[in-house]
């Protein structure tokens, strides 16, 4: 069964940061661009970052030259460093492919002020 697999969470104060990762197999890592959701309580989930099969990349604004996503072909995974952390982004992190459609279980990020 096809995964995504999601590490990396955690509290952290404002200002820190974290890195998040999610492994998944070959076929859906080589096909589709990868991206990173998060859904904070008693808000709509939101797109964080996206991720190309041929590495372009695009960031919410919110969270633009703070946050960055790579993705490391040999380890099928895909990173998200978060730097310069708010506690306004403190939520739940989900990895997402279309093709097929897959969410990863989430990861749980807080910050503190």
């Known amino acids: 069964q096809v995964q995504l697999v999601e590490s990396g969470g955690g509290l952290v104060q404002a200002g820190g940061s974290l890195r998040l990762s999610c492994a998944t197999s070959?076929?859906?890592?080589?096909?589709?661009?990868m991206n990173w959701y998060r859904q904070a309580p008693g808000k709509q989930r939101e797109l964080v970052a996206t991720?190309?099969?041929?590495?372009?990349?695009n960031y919410a604004d919110s969270v633009k030259g703070r946050f960055t996503i790579s993705r490391d072909n040999a380890k099928n995974t895909v990173y998200l460093q978060m730097n310069s952390l708010k506690p306004e982004d403190t939520a739940v992190y989900y990895c997402?492919?279309?093709?097929?459609?897959?969410w990863g279980q989430g990861t749980q990020v807080t910050v503190s002020p």
């Open positions: 991720i190309t099969s041929g590495g372009s990349t």
């Open positions: 070959r076929i859906i890592f080589r096909i589709n661009a």
């Open positions: 997402n492919v279309e093709s097929p459609p897959l």
